[in-house]
Nanobody, 119 residues
Framework: QVQLVESGGGLVQAGESLRLSCAASGRTSSVYAVAWFRQAPGKEREFVASIAWSGSGTYVKDSMKGRATISRDSAKNTVYLQLNSLKSEDTAVYYC????????????WGQGTRVTVSS
């Protein structure tokens, strides 16, 4: 199994930045990709960005391009989500998730970190 722990959330003003962290442990050798999702109050969970565990490829949803960057520190087994120019609509609980090689769904999830953006 893979354990994921998010951190870095908090209360910020609109226009500010945050860097979220997702620390992975356990059977990380089987990980193929890690993604960030978010769930705003009263809304369904949505995909934000993903990165190959090898670091060779990243993807950010169109509406977040230019404001969100996903990266990985292989030495720390940690994936980051840099969020810039935050807006009130970015308020949500942000989750990281991982999927193993050969799996199409994200099967391991962290507990989430809350981001609140005040306008």
């Amino acid at each position: 199994q893979v354990q994921l722990v998010e951190s870095g959330g908090g209360l910020v003003q609109a226009g500010e930045s945050l860097r979220l962290s997702c620390a992975a442990s356990g059977r990380t050798s089987s990980v193929y990709a890690v993604a960030w999702f978010r769930q705003a109050p009263g809304k369904e969970r949505e995909f934000v960005a993903s990165i190959a565990w090898s670091g060779s490829g990243t993807y950010v949803k169109d509406s977040m391009k230019g404001r969100a960057t996903i990266s990985r520190d292989s030495a720390k087994n940690t994936v980051y989500l840099q969020l810039n120019s935050l807006k009130s609509e970015d308020t949500a609980v942000y989750y990281c998730a991982s999927r193993d090689t050969g799996r199409y769904e994200y099967q391991y999830w962290g507990q989430g970190t809350r981001v609140t953006v005040s306008s």
